[in-house]
């Protein structure tokens, strides 16, 4: 997703007042979003302009309407985002596609003021996979790139800016997730300890990225498949192995014509 050009690095000013309303230093904001303390440093010198993905995750820590000016450097249309609401608590798994509003990119036309409880996700071009045999991995984190941006209630999302969104492809996890589904997931919840017995997001250098419930046994850590044909995969190796986040809910198309 391209940014727009600006003919001042005038994102220096809003980073240093997103600082103060968060009271939150140069390193603690570094370690909200999961970059280093020396990036931060050089958004706010204008040394170098934050990523897309960035300005999303800037835009779900500032209040509005501050954050409409972050959303709109990732490319957003705040005119056109609307306050979502929903009866599901953020424990609800399987949401439908009315309950999450895609955006594409378009034009400021006008921005309307927000009740500042809807969060950007943005939907990477990344693809975990549920098959019994890993594919060849399609890209990496490092070269991932936005589609678009998914918005969903403030309350499903703990740490909002770390909110992420993939594709899912493979059989593993039918019957609860079907391959075609877009997978919401926590990145700031990497800790082994917490993610026993739930859904998670693990990923190899190599291999790329697996779903599947996250399992801790004495000596081992299985991913295991929804799928009973499918073998527990054994990813107890950490330094091979890495986790990506927790999966907390996943949309998926209706079947039906046209779907």
């Known amino acids: 997703m391209a940014l727009r050009p600006h003919s001042s690095p005038d994102w220096s000013p809003r980073i240093l ?3 103060r309303d968060l009271q939150l230093t140069q390193a603690g904001l570094a370690e909200r979003l999961g970059v280093s303390p020396a990036t931060v440093s050089r958004w706010i ?9 960035t ?7 500032a209040r509005s309407p501050e954050n409409i000016y972050f959303w709109e450097r990732a490319g957003m249309d705040p005119s056109g985002l609307p306050v979502a609401s929903s009866g599901k608590s953020a424990s609800s798994l399987r949401v439908n596609l009315r309950d999450i509003h895609l955006l594409a990119p378009a034009k400021i036309s006008q921005v309307l003021a927000m009740a500042g ?12 996979w549920g098959d019994r ?14 589609e678009s941006i998914l918005v969903a209630p403030l309350e499903w999302c703990a740490h909002p800016e770390q909110m992420v969104a993939m ?18 997931v926590d990145s700031a919840i990497t800790e082994r300890d917490r993610l026993h017995q739930k859904l998670a997001v693990v990923m190899h250098r190599d291999l790329g990225f697996k779903v599947a419930r996250f399992q801790r046994l004495q000596g081992a850590d299985l991913m295991v498949s929804a799928n009973r044909r499918c073998l527990p995969l ?22 039906g014509p046209g779907a």
């Open 17 to 19: 007042r997103l600082l």
């Open 117 to 128: 409880n809807a969060v950007a996700i943005p939907l990477l071009n990344v693809t975990a």
């Open 167 to 184: 594709h899912l492809t493979g059989d593993s996890m039918d019957p609860v997730i079907p391959s075609g589904s877009i997978v919401f």
């Open 234 to 255: 054994d990813v107890s190796n950490a330094s091979k192995w890495k986790i990506f986040g927790e999966v907390l809910w996943w949309i998926v198309r209706d079947a």
């Open 133 to 146: 045999v890993a594919p060849h991995q399609n890209v990496s984190l490092s070269q991932a790139e936005i």
């Open 55 to 61: 300005y999303v995750a800037l835009g779900n820590l």
């Open 45 to 53: 010198q204008g040394r170098i302009e934050p990523t897309a993905q």
